[in-house]
């Protein structure tokens, strides 16, 4: 089983900054087989990237994704008010299971 | 629209089962792999289980294999979680989860999610 392990756990911004979160997994991830997603309070997820770097319909472009291997980041170059969430970053590779991390908390500072 | 709505959640004593459903609208299922993911109150997301569009390719979390069968009926536009030897840890919103294609790859969308509480 591949673990990812997110830092921060927390991560304190204001609007109008810009947010960096790590997510790094225990073996390489096949094929870049890696997403994003964004839950708020009381919401269900939604995915943003997948792929390791192509964002889903209806994405910003403020949201962008690099990585390979066994290291991957999410940046959102200019924090939005909306933007303070919980992200998870789940691979999905070649074989289940397709865990996720444990998430990174983006407050308002 | 694409509509995933989740029922068959519940109180259930330890030991006991229970069969969940996640209803599709708005999209033909057998066109696409799908998901179950769940989350215990306050912690973050755990995926449970996946089947692509024919049912040719299952997997399971560790946790939950052996104890957990997905299946899908695609005349029905239905997907289905039997969960046996339920245990207090199985406590959580259950959410399913359609993926993009169909294999299971990423989840591009979710249901509301239904509740499964165990305890005696």
């Known amino acids: 089983e591949i673990v990812l392990t997110q830092s921060p756990g927390t991560l304190s911004l204001s609007p109008g900054e810009r947010a960096t979160l790590s997510c790094r997994a225990s073996?390489?991830?096949?094929?870049?087989?890696l997403a994003w997603y964004q839950q708020k309070p009381g919401q269900a997820p939604r995915v943003l990237i997948y792929g390791a770097s192509r964002r889903a319909t209806g994405i910003p472009d403020r949201f962008s994704a690099s990585g390979s291997g066994t290291d991957f980041t999410l940046t959102i170059s200019r924090l939005e008010p909306e933007d303070f969430a919980v992200y998870y970053c789940q691979q999905y590779g070649s074989s289940p299971p397709y865990t996720f991390g444990q998430g990174t908390k983006l407050e308002i500072k | 629209e694409v509509q995933l709505v989740e029922s068959g959640g519940g109180l259930v004593q330890p030991g006991r089962s229970l069969r969940l459903s996640c209803a599709a609208s708005g999209i033909t299922l057998d066109d696409y792999g799908m998901h179950w993911v769940r989350q215990a109150p306050g912690k973050g997301l755990e995926w449970v289980s996946g089947?692509?569009?024919?049912?040719?390719?299952?997997g399971y979390a560790d946790s939950v294999k052996g104890r957990f069968t997905i299946s899908r009926d695609n005349a029905k536009n239905s997907l289905y979680l039997q969960m046996n030897s339920l245990r207090a840890e199985d406590t959580a919103l259950y959410y399913c989860g359609k993926g993009p294609g169909p294999s299971t790859g990423p989840i591009d969308y979710w249901g509301q999610g239904t509740l499964v509480t165990v305890s005696s």
């Open positions: 073996q390489s991830v096949s094929s870049s087989y």
């Open positions: 089947i692509s569009w024919n049912s040719g390719r299952i």
